[in-house]
């Protein structure tokens, strides 16, 4: 249904209205997207745009939100020596932000770029959730069914691009 609703809103000269909680099926049936909570818009624009906060964030489906430290480069600091680096254009050094990773932005990779600890696994069908904790902050990781084992080290890579960032009003 969603491919015929698409293909029906590229066909007609008309704006379309669609309600609904899922984020996903947001993302692929609108151009525009008006995030709404307790009735107050929160944020508009794009389906693109990045969250303006935690609570949209959150709404669009973010399961960990982290807090850093920008850094020059386009890294965030999230614990001793660690640092993600993020493709968000424009980070302040110094200042607090607020980040988390979009669904299937970090894989494991053996000669994956950042170093991480397995803390829990969950199956989820055929795949798993693993939550993996890289510097102060836990991320999670979908992986077929041979996971590693919680407590055991691992590598994984991140995509820059999967990182959603924005600026941390107050301290979590």
Do not use: K
Request: proline share 6%; charged share 20%.
């Amino acid at each position: 249904m969603r491919r015929d609703l698409r293909a029906l809103q590229q066909e007609l000269p008309a704006a379309t209205i669609v309600v609904t909680h899922d984020p996903l099926e947001a993302a692929l049936l609108a151009d525009q997207i008006v995030i709404l909570d307790q009735g107050r818009v929160l944020q508009a624009g794009p389906t693109q745009t990045r969250p303006a906060n935690e609570t949209v964030a959150r709404l669009l489906g973010a399961e960990y939100i982290e807090y850093g430290s920008c850094r020059s480069g386009g890294q965030i600091a999230i614990g001793r020596d660690t640092f993600i680096t993020v493709a968000e254009p424009e980070l302040t050094p110094g200042e607090r932000v607020g980040w988390s990773i979009s669904p299937g932005g970090a894989r494991f990779a053996a000669g994956g770029a950042y170093s991480g600890t397995v803390d829990s696994a969950i199956t989820l069908g055929v795949d798993q959730r693993v939550i993996v904790r890289i510097g102060d902050a836990r991320i999670g990781v979908v992986a077929g069914g041979n996971a590693p084992e919680p407590g055991l080290s691992c590598r994984i890579d991140i995509d820059p691009h999967s990182v959603q960032v924005w600026l941390a009003r107050a301290a979590p």
